[in-house]
């Protein structure tokens, strides 16, 4: 299991969807920051203000990034880029840890 070492991290949750989705951010000493987060099975949509890149670490999902016409299934040791000021759609079938960052 991957550890991340001399990091802030914020004190409260991000808590989404009725707190099916539950994130946290850590704060790195270069001042770059990470999300890391649990997903529960279910479906969710997602708007994005910056380009985001989400890793799975755990879970199962699949994803559908806005003005694309597929769903792509996504698994732990994949990653996905999300474009900036967009949105998608996420149908998480197992599951999901994650990084955004």
Request: charged letters at 25%; one cysteine or more.
């Amino acid at each position: 299991m991957k550890n991340y070492k001399n990091v802030d991290v914020d004190e409260l949750a991000n808590i989404y969807f009725n707190g099916n989705v539950i994130s946290r951010n850590i704060y790195f000493k270069d001042g770059s920051r990470k999300t890391l987060g649990v997903m529960l099975p279910g479906e969710y949509k997602f708007n994005t203000k910056s380009r985001e890149l989400m890793e799975i670490i755990s879970g199962k999902l699949n994803l559908k990034i806005q003005n694309e016409d597929c769903w792509k299934l996504i698994k732990d040791g994949m990653n996905f880029n999300i474009p900036k000021n967009t949105s998608f759609k996420a149908d998480v079938l197992e599951l999901v840890n994650y990084t955004c960052s």
